[in-house]
């Protein structure tokens, strides 16, 4: 259906270690030795490997969590030439840079990285 994403229970790979510590740690001398979690306010992402995809190709899905404050003013390029051929998204003034976009083989995204 298109649209739509299933996501099989328990195919989520947590990248928390404080997740995969085994179950007779006590996670209070975990946070004291490693600190506080950080805050997790910050762009998300998905990739599904071509083995789990409907077909059979990668799918990266990137959300950049942009604030308010900045203005998401953008203008979608298309770079073509001699060894190069990408597409994505740019600030108006700076085309040189794609800043969220792809090629045949690769994807790419901005983050927030604590704004």
């Known amino acids: 259906m ?60 990137m959300g950049p969590q942009l604030g308010y404050y900045y203005p998401e003013i953008v203008q979608q390029i298309h770079l073509s030439g001699p060894g190069i051929e990408a597409q994505g998204a740019a600030v108006p003034g700076l085309s040189m840079y794609i800043l969220i976009g792809r090629t045949r083989d690769y994807a790419w995204s901005l983050t927030s990285a604590g704004n």
């Not at 762009?43 to 077909?55: D, E, F, G, I, K």
């Open 2 to 61: 298109t649209g739509s994403v299933v996501i099989d229970a328990g195919s989520i790979v947590s990248f928390d270690p404080l997740e995969s510590a085994t179950p007779f740690v006590d996670t209070d001398i975990v946070y004291d030795a490693a600190g506080a979690p950080p805050d997790r306010e910050a762009s998300n992402w998905l990739t599904v490997s071509p083995s789990a995809a409907a077909r059979n190709a990668t799918l990266a899905v």
